[in-house]
């Protein structure tokens, strides 16, 4: 069965630190796809990146960046240089497969606190 | 402004009540999604519709009740919620291929925050 673990539930950093959100995931699939999302107090989700299970390669835009391993089943965050503007719940998420309509397995999300 | 809308963005109902949730998505999307979201809850998708057709159903309780009327509009009808039932209601959009999907980002409302009396 697929199953997304997130195993911190809340971070507290100062601003300018770098922090690491981990996600690990389970799944019998060779075709997946793997999803950031961030939820401010607002509470709206907003997308992050969507990986495939194809492309390994890291990533980064601007302050974020993502290190997909398929040996580890793992797609951690990392945010660089802090702000409180980060400060949200980060949720990670899988996709089951083509012919599965829209089934997004969530994480119980990590809430990330920046203080000034 | 999000491309997803949702009314009303908080609700106090009831138990004996019957109230509506409404989504709306201006991105042009062809799947709709509503989910749950409880304390210390991992997201809960309740329902999927693609091309108006709903095409998942998680085991949701009868006393919600999906309408989708076009493919830019979606509701959550309420009728004679439990304590339980009180949580954030989040509306969701991602365009799919017919063929079937899950691949796409799915764009998120604000959510509806809805609390039982």
């Known amino acids: 069965a697929q199953k997304v673990t997130q195993a911190q539930t809340e971070i507290s950093v100062v601003e300018k630190e770098d922090v690491t959100l981990d996600c690990v995931y389970e799944t019998r699939d060779t075709t997946y796809y793997l999803f950031w999302y961030k939820q401010p107090p607002s509470g709206e989700l907003v997308f992050l990146i969507r990986?495939?299970?194809?492309?390994?390669q890291n990533e980064i835009s601007g302050r974020y960046s993502w290190n997909f391993q398929k040996s580890t089943s793992s797609f951690n965050f990392t945010i660089t240089a802090s702000q409180v503007v980060d400060s949200a719940v980060y949720f990670c998420?899988?996709?089951?497969?083509?012919?599965?309509?829209?089934?997004?397995?969530f994480g119980k999300g990590t809430k990330l606190s920046v203080k000034p | 402004e999000t491309g997803v809308t949702q009314t009303p963005r908080h609700l106090v109902m009831g138990m004996t009540n019957k109230k509506s949730l409404k989504c709306e998505q201006h991105?042009?999307?062809?799947?709709m999604y509503w989910y749950k979201q409880s304390a210390k809850k991992p997201l809960e998708l309740m329902f999927v519709y693609n091309f108006k057709e709903q095409t998942e159903n998680n085991s949701v309780p009868s006393r919600f009740s999906p309408e989708c009327p076009n493919s830019s509009h979606l509701f959550l009808h309420l009728h004679t919620l439990q304590p339980e039932d009180s949580a954030l209601y989040l509306c969701?959009?991602?365009?799919?291929?017919?063929?079937?999907?899950?691949?796409?980002?799915?764009?998120f409302g604000d959510g509806t925050r809805l609390s039982i009396l």
């Open positions: 990986r495939n299970s194809f492309d390994e």
């Open positions: 969701a959009s991602s365009q799919e291929a017919a063929a079937g999907g899950g691949n796409q980002p799915q764009h």
């Open positions: 991105l042009g999307h062809n799947a």
């Open positions: 998420a899988l996709s089951e497969p083509r012919g599965s309509q829209g089934n997004l397995i």
